[in-house]
């Protein structure tokens, strides 16, 4: 299970991270709220564990734009603030929950997996769409009107990692820090790999959507469908 923590308190993150991390989650860390807006609208991660006051741009601001964007990862706001007023702005602009410092790291944990749980019994499966193919990133399958491929776990979160930020370039670097992470010993080639086996199975699916190399920036993906629309399919749709 993938978590982001925006905190702009180096030691505090690095506290948190570890925690987290002895507790098998996998943590992406930023340190300022435009950085954790941009990996937010990634939209790879089942929690996100958002301080209110960040430098560049501060929480509340992030969680209006990411769920402006309709990323509807759960949120859990940090704050030192313990007013009613910056309670109720977090939870109307879009927070699943809240902590205010300082808090147990027990507590923490216990509405991480509350809302997990949450998450998973309103979302049984919902299916990210983008021209003609269809990523289930529950079970990993890849689809196209004629044929479905499995996907590894690092393919599909690359696939939705390319998805959610289809017609714009994502660098090897941001690829490795989102399915590696920043600690990772992964180099490019793994990345170049990974692409290949994508575009073999967009091949053989007969998919009209294109893994594009950007040279020296990285990949998009791209599709030649005239109806080339993006959207989340809910079980209900």
Known sequence: MKLLLVEDEKAMAEALKEILQKNNYSVDTCYDGEEGRDFALTALYDVIILDINLPKMDGITVL?????????????????????????????????????????????????????????????????????IELNPHTLMLSTPSKSFQLTLKESQLME?????????????TVIEKLWGYDSDAEDHNVEVYISFLRKKLKAADSKAIINTVRGVGYSLTTSDKEGSYHVQKASE
Do not use: C, H, M, Q
């Not at 998450?119 to 769409?129: D, G, R």
């Not at 990692?161 to 670097?173: D, E, Q």
């Open 64 to 132: 209006r734009e990411i769920r402006t964007s309709d990323i509807g990862t759960p949120v859990i706001l940090l704050t030192a603030r313990d007013a009613t007023k910056d309670k109720v702005d977090g939870l109307d602009s879009g927070a699943d929950d809240y902590l205010t410092k300082p808090f147990k790291s027990d507590e923490l944990l216990a509405r991480i997996r509350a809302l997990t749980r949450r998450n998973k019994e309103a979302v049984p499966n919902s299916n990210l769409i983008y021209g003609d």
């Open 161 to 173: 990692l390319l998805i959610a930020n289809r017609n714009i370039s994502v660098s090897k670097n």
